[in-house]
T-cell receptor
Framework: AQSVTQLGSHVSVSEGALVLLRCNYS??????LFWYVQYPNQGLQLLLK??????LVKGINGFEAEFKKSETSFHLTKPSAHMSDAAEYFC???????????FGSGTRLLVRP | DGGITQSPKYLFRKEGQNVTLSCEQN?????MYWYRQDPGQGLRLIYY???????QKGDIAEGYSVSREKKESFPLTVTSAQKNPTAFYLC??????????????FGPGTRLTVL
């Protein structure tokens, strides 16, 4: 069965520093993976998704993620953090061959001035 | 503008009362979903519907009920049987084009508090 694990419930970076949010997946079949962002008291917004077309996926707001099968990882990165990036980030995987998303527990990103 | 609307944004309920959360979409999506979010946890699927007049239980359906009489609407009722209903509820929708990569789009959420 598919699942995702997000390492670190909180990540703190300085403004302008590299952002790295970790996600590892478990899947017996090629996975479809997603990153969503949630601002306080709002719904989720799709940042990017991996659908096997390319291992390096570029998303909105300068974020990107690289699919590494050998490491079963799909980490989210951004070269330079901005104050507006402070939010909670969720990694998700499609469950089996269904349309259901399985979410990780989330990582809250804090950006220090 | 196309999108998903949820109402109300905040909802307070007394113990023992049923309450219905609204979810409407004008994206012409076939599939709709309800999730529950608790602090420090990811989203958990309550119910989903892939077509009008049909829906399936998700991972935590006990104490909840839904209906799908119209394509645009997927209301969720939190019944008195739900033991711990205080949470943030999110509705989502997606196309059903036969691809597992159909993206789910989310509404702004309803925060339910049981007094």
């Amino acid at each position: 069965a598919q699942s995702v694990t997000q390492l670190g419930s909180h990540v703190s970076v300085s403004e302008g520093a590299l952002v790295l949010l970790r996600c590892n997946y478990s899947s017996s079949v090629p996975p479809y993976l997603f990153w969503y962002v949630q601002y306080p008291n709002q719904g989720l917004q799709l940042l990017l998704k991996y659908t096997s077309a390319a291992t390096l996926v570029k998303g909105i707001n300068g974020f990107e993620a690289e699919f590494k099968k050998s490491e079963t990882s799909f980490h989210l990165t951004k070269p330079s953090a901005h104050m507006s990036d402070a939010a909670e980030y969720f990694c998700a995987v499609i469950k089996d061959s269904s349309y259901k998303l399985i979410f990780g527990s989330g990582t809250r990103l804090l950006v220090r001035p | 503008d196309g999108g998903i609307t949820q109402s109300p944004k905040y909802l307070f309920r007394k113990e023992g009362q049923n309450v219905t959360l609204s979810c409407e979409q004008n994206l012409n999506h076939d599939a709709m979903y309800w999730y529950r979010q608790d602090p420090g946890q990811g989203l958990r699927l309550i119910y989903y519907s892939q077509i009008v007049n049909d829906f399936q239980k998700g991972d935590i359906a006990e104490g909840y009920s839904v209906s799908r009489e119209k394509k645009e609407s997927f209301p969720l009722t939190v019944t008195s049987a739900q033991k711990n209903p205080t949470a943030f509820y999110l509705c989502a929708s997606s196309t059903q084009e036969g691809e597992a990569t159909d993206t789910q789009y989310f509404g702004p959420g309803t925060r339910l508090t049981v007094l």
